[in-house]
């Protein structure tokens, strides 16, 4: 298993500013996920994260917008540039745990309750 | 692109009832299936984890199936409770390695 730590739990935000989110992982994993998931939503992927490389990012998401950083293997930031109310969701960065070289079940941090006012 | 839907978005049954919580999916190449729990405001529990190539999983009071071909998972519940009041998700993987793909969830009460 993986044990995700995810900071900060919660915030309040002013539209116009910028939030970054850390995510810390208890071992190494080659990929990390940040998802969104708005009010009454399910959670959409954001950008996958790889340590090394550019984030690929999907598609209505851009890298001005959630800049994300993935300096090594354990810990990743995504960052929620230039905010609006549009923006008040539960963000979420997941891995996937491995066993024996084959990839196994995501785990999920405990989520940022973002609310932009 | 694969598509995961929930059936019923909402369910509400009194302590102590048996439950099945339905999910599908539209592409059937999956490499596993996944249910989590989210309790409000929070990030998600995973409760059981079915590779492609298993049939079912079992876990204390929860069981769910998989039907890969045609492309359905179900999640039992027995003898509920009311500490299992929270949202369950259904997600699947296409390949290892990759994100998943959510439903919108069964938003599920039990009451005293």
């Known amino acids: 298993s993986a044990v995700i730590s995810q900071k900060p739990s919660r915030d309040i935000c002013q539209r116009g500013t910028s939030l970054t989110i850390q995510c810390q992982v208890d071992s190494q994993v080659t990929m990390m996920f940040w998802y969104r998931q708005q009010p009454g939503q399910s959670l959409t992927l954001i950008a996958t994260?790889?340590?090394?490389?550019?984030?690929?990012?999907e598609s209505g998401f851009v890298i001005d917008k959630f800049p994300i950083s993935r300096p090594n293997l354990t810990f990743s930031t995504l960052t929620v540039s230039n905010m609006s109310p549009e923006d008040s969701s539960i963000y979420l960065c997941?891995?996937?745990?491995?066993?024996?070289?084959?990839?196994?079940?995501?785990?999920f941090g405990q989520g940022t309750r973002l609310t932009v006012v | 692109k694969q598509e995961v839907t929930q059936i019923p978005a909402a369910l509400s049954v009194p302590e102590g009832e048996n439950l099945v919580l339905n999910c599908s999916f539209t592409d059937s190449a999956i490499y596993n299936l996944q249910w989590f729990r989210q309790d409000p405001g929070k990030g998600l529990t995973s409760l059981l984890l079915?590779?492609?190539?298993?049939r079912e999983q079992t876990s204390g009071r929860l069981n769910a199936s998989l039907d890969k071909s045609s492309g359905r998972s179900t999640l039992y519940i027995a003898a509920s409770q009311p500490g299992d009041s929270a949202t369950y998700l259904c997600a699947v993987s296409t390949n290892s390695g990759y994100a998943l793909n959510f439903g919108k969830g069964t938003s599920l009460l039990v009451t005293p």
């Open positions: 997941s891995v996937e745990g491995t066993f024996r070289g084959l990839n196994t079940e995501a785990f």
């Open positions: 994260a790889n340590q090394g490389s550019e984030a690929t990012y």
């Open positions: 079915i590779q492609s190539s298993q």
